[in-house]
């Protein structure tokens, strides 16, 4: 009986612990992670250089779509990652959410631009469509198909845990 | 430069706690020398982390935007009150704060002096060395002190418009006190165990600790019911929202945990389980802790996270737990305890209701982990909510509360006197019924759940005036707190039973000058307004509403914040003696109308007001105990 009580009293905690460490190490315990594919939405923005329209069916191949803003400070932490990425040759269009338009250039000519284009979403449509709720957010697009969806900043950690093994396994050559 | 003493100053107290940690292991713990020294050695960590947090203040009070942690949760237009609270407005800082509180109730325990050295020492090192865990875990992990390299930037992202509330002030710091306080007897009856001397009175030393830090557990909890009512815009009291949830279980055991420690200093037994309780209710606070930072539960509480968090988090508490299960279990022979509880006394009563205690707890905690563990399974997300809650608690709550009333005439050691009298219990049950009758008169059909709650939260009110009245008619004691605390439990269910069935809520969709009626209440949309304040743009809509004869305007308002972006309602609550009328407005559709709702909250005060009388009792222990002492 004694034996019983203590047993139980170490087993249940145990019980309890391995659990929460099961799920914890799962594979997309990132709370921002989303790996929901849908074809990415047409649209037709203007480049934020030229206003010169772009759509969707100019933008080929494997890339990523980061939302960012000028107001976003977030946005700020994540931009040296980004460039990092662009100077790997990771091809990244740049989607400018709800933000002045002279603010985002000078925002880029600040602190460098490692997009390949820059749309200008200036009600946030195009966001809307995606699924966005709020900057800083990043997908992952191949031919025309939304496969990969990150809420937040991305870092070395969220690129190598959430993006990389997708474009591994899926063999984005493309991309890399 | 601020920001980087700040930061060295906290690396800097984490060696000094890990250097008194080790004074415990090594000094001769029961010399007055080495407790002098371990004593001061503590003291200087804590000031030098009390001063890192100040000056982290400081950094926020000055617009210091090259600190990350800040430029994201500050502005320099914010109020400089709000400055200092954006400051435990996200993970980081809050965290931050977490910990020095926790190394204040060290510090205070620090201070007072202890007859028995070798516990005292081993106490101070036990708590030392969950400092470290949790500074290691602040400083690798979420490190507040980060800096924006290599342009600060102008100004910040300004703090959650929702989070910009006096109840924010002081909503997560008392619940944070209540939750670490539970370090003093975690500490100290780890110490007991370690120092294996079965006679030490631990449970008397602990006890006005473990009462202070439950009564910041209860404010914490009600205040944060309060806000998440009139801010957020609920509607409610309480919502069973996992991080409510993880706050409720702490307080169970805690409430547990107190009135045990009187058990065993008034008969001497119960002395394992108040061992048991005293690390079940830490752990809890801990386990707390680990639900809201490691981003496992997605909730209005919890903050955005890296799993890495969580694993730290979850190694560093099962650490603790399991040594300190591991030594209880040790020791378990230590109190090979003969001695029973007879039955139909006052300890019996108290250990029945330690067991519908655990029950609830119990319960909670599947409630929180079985929609995890059927997302691991099935990889679908379901949620468990107030309907599950509702129908383990009602129950078991009514159970427990006939243990308290038949608690009340028995006594300490022997069974009750079943030839005695029992007057006044009889009396209290009859008032109580014609009261019952008469709530029903008014109410109607209810279902029989709430008439046996609303009838058991009656007799505990009666049956402790009845007492009350006739200690003062015989010139006898009244424990006071005991009285004040169990009638505020009686009025709590009293009221969440009438909450339940009488409040109801109504959904309009209105235009400006357009007149609606619900529940003899009229109500008239009467103006409209758009507002332009400093951080926001407001849409005000201002309702004339009559009802039994008297006339009043509520204004509930639409804001949008302009830093974030983020769109709050502001609801307009008119209070009246037994209900609150609770005014919302929503979206405006297509057509022009508006989304109005109605609330109406009955007794929603005495709920909070009950809330208020547990904690003043546990205040009046904790004077009680400290006037004996002195």
Not at chain 2, 274 to 301: E, M, P, Q, W
Not at chain 2, 575 to 581: A, C, F, S, V, Y
């Amino acid at each position: 009986m004694k034996l019983l009580l203590k047993t139980s009293i170490l087993i249940i905690p145990f019980i309890i612990f391995s659990f929460f460490y099961l799920y914890l190490s799962k594979d997309n315990s990132y709370p921002g992670a989303d790996y929901k594919n849908f074809s990415l939405p047409s649209f037709e923005l203007k480049n934020l250089y030229d206003d010169s329209l772009i759509s969707n069916s100019a933008l080929k191949g494997t890339y990523l779509v980061n939302i960012w803003a000028s107001w976003c400070i977030t946005c700020r932490v994540e931009h040296g990652f980004l460039s990092q990425l662009d100077d790997n040759n990771i091809r990244i269009v740049g989607l400018n959410y709800k933000d002045d338009k002279d603010d985002a250039i000078n925002w880029l000519a600040k602190y460098g631009n490692p997009y390949e284009v820059v749309l200008h979403d200036y009600k946030g449509s195009l966001a809307l469509d995606m699924g966005v709720t709020g900057a800083p957010e990043t997908f992952l697009v191949h031919d025309q198909m939304v496969v990969a969806h990150y809420r937040g900043e991305i870092n070395k950690m969220i690129w190598n845990d959430v993006f990389m093994p997708l474009i591994k396994q899926e063999g984005f050559a493309d991309a890399k | 430069m601020i920001a980087d003493i700040s930061h060295y100053l906290s690396i800097l107290s984490t060696a000094i706690f890990m250097l008194t940690f080790s004074l415990v292991l090594v000094l001769d713990r029961s010399a007055s020398h080495a407790t002098l020294l371990i004593k001061r050695s503590y003291s200087h960590a804590f000031i030098l982390f009390l001063i890192s947090f100040l000056l982290y203040v400081y950094l926020a009070l000055t617009d210091n935007f090259s600190v990350s942690y800040i430029a994201q949760h500050s502005n320099s237009l914010l109020p400089n009150f709000y400055k200092v609270t954006s400051i435990w407005s996200a993970h980081e800082g809050s965290m931050f704060l977490w910990i020095v509180f926790l190394s204040l109730w060290g510090f205070a325990f620090n201070l007072h002096n202890d007859s028995n050295l070798n516990v005292k020492n081993l106490s101070i090192g036990i708590i030392s060395i969950i400092i470290v865990g949790f500074q290691l875990f602040l400083l690798v992990t979420s490190n507040p002190f980060e800096i924006v390299l290599p342009f600060a930037p102008e100004n910040g992202a300004d703090i959650n418009p929702v989070l910009q509330d006096p109840a924010l002030a002081i909503h997560p710091p008392t619940l944070y006190l209540g939750y670490v306080g539970f370090v003093i007897p975690f500490a100290y009856s780890l110490a007991f165990l370690i120092n294996g001397n079965k006679s030490l009175d631990w449970e008397k030393k602990v006890k006005s600790w473990s009462v202070m830090a439950w009564v910041f557990l209860t404010i914490g909890i009600s205040l944060g019911s309060w806000w998440a009512y009139y801010e957020l815009g609920w509607g409610g009291y309480w919502f069973w929202d996992p991080v409510e949830n993880v706050a409720l279980m702490p307080w169970l055991a805690a409430t547990a945990f107190i009135h045990s420690l009187s058990v065993a200093s008034k008969s001497n037994v119960l002395r394992i389980w108040n061992l048991l309780l005293s690390i079940i209710v830490f752990s809890l606070s801990l386990f707390g802790a680990f639900i809201v930072r490691s981003g496992i539960i997605d909730s209005i509480h919890s903050f955005a996270n890296d799993p890495q968090r969580g694993m730290y988090l979850l190694a560093f508490i099962a650490i603790i737990l399991f040594v300190s299960l591991g030594l209880f279990i040790s020791r378990f022979s230590m109190f090979d305890s003969s001695k029973n509880i007879k039955s139909l006394s006052k300890e019996s009563f108290i250990s029945l209701n330690n067991i519908f205690f655990g029950v609830l707890i119990f319960s909670t905690m599947m409630g929180i982990t079985y929609p995890l563990i059927y997302e691991l399974l099935y990889n679908q997300k379901i949620s468990v909510g107030a309907p599950f809650y509702n129908a383990i608690y009602a129950p078991i709550t009514i159970l427990a509360t006939i243990m308290l009333v038949a608690s009340i005439d028995s006594k300490w050691g022997r069974p009750i006197d079943v030839k005695r009298g029992f007057s006044m219990l009889y009396i209290s049950l009859a008032i109580s019924l014609i009261g019952l009758i008469t709530i029903g008169y008014f109410v109607g059909n209810m279902p029989f759940i709430i008439m046996l709650s609303i009838f058991m939260g009656l007799v505990i009110i009666f049956r402790y005036l009845m007492l009350i009245i006739s200690n003062i008619v015989h010139k006898k004691y009244t424990n006071t707190p005991s009285a004040l605390a169990h009638a505020g439990l009686g009025l709590l269910i009293l009221s969440i039973s009438v909450n339940s069935i009488l409040s109801s809520e109504k959904v309009f969709n209105m235009k400006p000058n357009e007149i609606r009626e619900f529940q003899n209440i009229t109500i008239q949309f009467s103006e409209l307004e758009l507002l332009n304040k400093s951080n926001h743009d407001s849409i005000r809509a201002t309702f004339s509403l009559s009802t039994e004869g008297k006339q009043f305007y509520l204004s509930p308002e639409k804001r949008k914040y302009f830093a974030r972006g983020q769109i709050t309602s502001e609801t307009a609550i008119k209070i009246m003696p037994l209900k609150d009328i609770y005014l919302t407005i929503g979206e405006q559709l297509d057509n022009g109308q508006w989304v109005i709702n109605v609330q109406l909250n009955y007794f929603i005060r005495f709920i909070w007001l009950s809330a208020a009388m547990m904690a003043l009792s546990g205040l009046i222990i904790i004077k009680n105990i400290i006037r004996r002492r002195v």
